[in-house]
């Protein structure tokens, strides 16, 4: 059977470059490194590494299995993680960010109590609806709707069938009339997001299997999505919302929901990251605690 320290020590090859050098990091002898290797290639039945005097690289067969070894041991890092969870207490520093609506208007009260509940853990909260605050700015983690732009980001589903859905306030409805169908959103004001500069004023809809796709007007825009709900409570206009931004307004009754017969666009809540390493304890107990809270919202 394939050790893991066998694995360990040939991931730590190819990212140093020599064998000495990953020998060194896992406080290995040469000899010992080198029988490591050995006994690999033996069990695998191939070459890993092209070797000379001066230098190393991997094989187009090594560099197949390295990717699967990465993965194998990142799942036992994970699951190192999920055990230590379990039974560690939560501490440190938690960098989060969230979008401006739904962090301040559903978030930030569920937050508190996931703080009230690991009294040791810091947590530093950051409101924006950029996806690209995940490089650039320091965060662990973001709480972001939609599918993650690139692959390269680590996305874990919280709400994955959530939805947007169009809305109004009653007393925009009984001032400018009810739209019956997408296409009538052409005679109303609607209120739009924008996002690094882009104006999301093309609305998409489906129903029986087709897509119809409206350019809607207005005479209010913003970039924050939670300023977008105040106008629409207001009776500004029409708004696109994701259905978790607005779920208590429509169970309330301070916004009523249009066109129900089409489905809005996918809006999927996930929690992304640009590291695997990023998904500390902290992390997985906050994502737990978050699909709880989000499918009692729904409930409700």
């Given at each position: 059977m394939t050790s893991l320290r066998d694995l360990e020590l040939f991931v730590s090859t190819a990212d140093a470059g020599s064998l000495s050098a990953a020998a060194r990091r896992l406080d290995l002898t040469p000899a010992?490194?080198?029988a490591s290797?050995?006994?690999?290639?033996?069990?695998?039945g191939i070459q890993l590494f092209v070797r000379s005097t001066r230098s190393q690289r991997l094989t187009q067969q090594g560099e197949v299995y390295l990717e699967h070894c990465r993965q194998a041991l990142q799942l036992l890092a994970d699951g190192r993680q999920a055990l230590a969870a379990g039974h560690s207490v939560i501490s440190g520093l938690l960098q989060l960010s969230v979008p401006s609506d739904l962090g301040?208007?559903?978030?930030?009260?569920w937050l508190d109590e996931f703080q009230a509940r690991h009294p040791a853990l810091q947590m530093r909260l950051q409101f924006s609806d950029r996806i690209a605050d995940v490089y650039s700015q320091p965060v662990d983690i973001a709480l972001r709707y939609g599918r993650p732009p690139d692959s390269s980001l680590i996305a874990l589903p919280i709400a994955p069938d959530s939805r947007r859905v169009l809305c109004a306030a009653p007393a925009y409805l009984q001032r400018c009339g009810t739209p019956r169908t997408p296409a009538e959103l052409v005679d109303h004001n609607c209120l739009s997001f924008a996002l690094a500069g882009l104006i999301h004023d093309r609305w998409r809809f489906h129903r029986?299997?087709?897509?119809?796709?409206?350019?809607?007007?207005?005479?209010?825009?913003?970039d924050?999505?939670?300023?977008?709900r105040r106008w629409a409570l207001?009776?500004?206009?029409?708004?696109?919302?994701?259905?978790?931004?607005?779920?208590?307004?429509l169970q309330a009754g301070s916004l009523i929901a249009l066109c129900t017969e089409w489905q809005g666009e996918p809006a999927p809540l996930n929690l992304m990251c640009a590291d695997r390493r990023q998904l500390?304890?902290?992390?997985?107990?906050l994502r737990e605690f978050l699909l709880e809270r989000i499918a009692g919202l729904s409930r409700a």
């Open positions: 010992a490194a080198s290797l050995k006994r690999l290639e033996s069990e695998l301040r208007n559903i978030l930030l009260p029986d299997g087709r897509e119809e796709t409206i350019q809607v007007r207005g005479n209010r825009v913003s924050d999505g939670d300023i977008v207001a009776g500004h206009g029409i708004a696109y919302k994701s259905r978790l931004d607005v779920i208590r307004e500390s304890p902290a992390v997985q107990l």
